[in-house]
């Protein structure tokens, strides 16, 4: 038996056996936890809001995603109307109950409201934050937002207001623990799941030829809501 081995079983058996270096290795894992140690936060992802408002709309453009500024609330409704009947897509739309305070009256569009289903030809969700690194967004899995909506529909809008648009990933873990602070961290800390989407969904596994659509929506429309101009 070699000596690394033997070193490696040694220390698993007195880990085993040992109370208090369990107890030790379980300290340093909720250390970590507590402390959340950051990463390297790359030059691009350290702007002001301006910077990263404009970051993050490049980003999203360059991984094929469209953009569409508006001034407030009560703009989204007709700006999704307007994109749908530009691109010659179906007036069709599911929302997910987040976005229930909107006004959708207004449009021609037959609104819904719930979970994604197999049938659903576009669906609109609100994000959580864009992370202008890599003109990412960030969901995550509520009864507000159901998950489902993110993923099965051809077509994705999601709508983001500006204000939630952070410079890297770190940032965008720091502003979920911020959100679930005031619960009970040993239960539902998290959601359970969080998405983090980067355009529409593609692959280059065929030929290497970039392919739209193939495990998920073949659009990703994104609607920021401009709180610096509303």
Known sequence: MSDARKEILSK???????PHAVQNTLGTVKSRIKDHPANLIPKRGRGDQGQRLGQFMAEAE???????KVASDADVPKAIAEYLTDNNLPSRIKHAPSLSHLDWSETLMEVRQG????????????????VAETGTLVTYSGTENPTTLNFLPPVHIAVLKSGDIIGSYEDAWAKLRSQFAGQDQSASFIPRTVNMITGPSRTGDIQQTLLLGIHGPQ????????????
């Open 62 to 68: 360059r991984v094929h995603a469209s953009i569409r």
């Open 219 to 230: 659009r990703l429309h994104i609607v920021i809501v401009d709180e610096e101009t509303s």
């Open 12 to 18: 698993i058996r007195t880990t085993r056996n040992d």
């Open 115 to 130: 979970i994604g289903e197999d049938t659903d030809e576009v669906c609109v969700t609100s994000a959580f934050a864009g």
